[in-house]
């Protein structure tokens, strides 16, 4: 299949769907369509809908009705399947309405799975594994690049490569994620773990922040640290090697950095997940270089 990428044509659809005017409901392109004639979205990335909040729409739902109608595609046996809007359909159910405003669409499976995507990530409903699970179904069925993924979904390259990571989990630490137990700061940290599900226990045990929680990662990196710091046999020399440990993956990125720029390169990281890229040269020529490389 040739790669296609929808980008802001379909963030623009979306858009109007969620804003949609009585001029649009009046010209027909709203219908009120029968809910057991609706089937769910086969390509739906979101697997957990929280009851209590179901309950709360579903409440709203009853006394206000439905403001945001769903999309729907129709079938040639005469039903339609859902394309976005499971958490309005399934309120709609909960509430006792026969009938939900619709608008009938017409998508590839591509674009299905991408509108279901974004409706939640611009929402930021999808736990982070329910996200990484749908940008791999459309890197893997529908043949996108991480490049086409980020301009599709909004998102930056980075991040759709640290959450999809996280699919190397453990299965209980996965479900851990799903259910909120474990933040998406928790989950990074515990990807560089060598036994992430131990670990994971040991966070929520003891109610660990993500700060704390990349300290206990590094530690179990690398215990020579705490042995000497907590026997007081070593000297300032040693304390200095312990403490200039570098993650690997750190280390990787930064030699992945300094190959693409030409430029030495070195990566501090802060407690917060955050931190800084230090470019280094040597003369005029090597900035010359980098600045020739960037305007490219």
């Given at each position: 299949m040739a790669n296609k990428s929808l980008g802001r044509?379909?963030?623009a659809f979306l858009q109007t769907e969620f804003d949609i005017d009585s001029a649009s409901a009046n010209a027909g392109g709203i219908v009120k369509i029968s809910l057991d004639k609706i089937t769910a979205n086969p390509y739906q990335p979101r697997q957990f809908f929280d009851d209590e909040q179901l309950q709360s729409l579903a409440i709203s739902i009853k006394r206000k009705g439905v403001f945001q109608p769903i999309l729907v595609q129709k079938l040639t046996n005469g039903t339609y399947q859902l394309v976005a809007g499971?958490?309005?359909?399934?309120?709609?159910?909960i509430a006792g309405l026969d009938e939900?405003?619709?608008i009938?669409?017409?998508?590839?499976?591509?674009?299905?799975?991408?509108?279901?995507?974004?409706?939640?990530?611009?929402?930021e409903n999808l736990n982070p594994i329910e996200e990484a699970e749908g940008y791999k179904r459309l890197l893997d069925e529908f043949g996108h690049t991480q490049e086409q993924?980020?301009?599709?979904?909004g998102k930056s390259r980075s991040h759709i490569s640290n959450v999809m990571r996280l699919l190397n989990l453990p299965e209980d630490v996965k479900q851990l994620i799903k259910e909120g137990k474990l933040s998406f700061g928790h989950a990074r940290a515990l990807v560089t773990s060598d036994n992430a599900s131990a670990v994971a226990q040991k966070v929520l045990s003891n109610s660990l922040n993500v700060r704390d929680t990349e300290k206990l990662v590094r530690r179990r990196k690398n215990p020579q640290m705490d042995k000497v710091r907590n026997s007081g046999e070593g000297n300032d020399a040693s304390l200095r090697?312990?403490?200039s440990y570098v993650d690997p993956e750190v280390l990787n990125i930064s030699n992945k950095i300094e190959k693409l720029s030409g430029l030495k390169t070195n990566i501090k990281l802060k407690g917060n997940s955050s931190g800084i890229i230090e470019l280094s040269f040597e003369n005029f020529n090597q900035l010359d270089n980098f600045i020739q490389k960037i305007n490219h």
């Open positions: 044509g379909l963030s499971e958490r309005r359909m399934r309120a709609s159910q939900i405003p619709a009938v669409t017409n998508f590839s499976k591509e674009e299905q799975l991408e509108i279901a995507i974004l409706e939640n990530v611009q929402r993924l980020a301009e599709i979904i090697e312990l403490s």
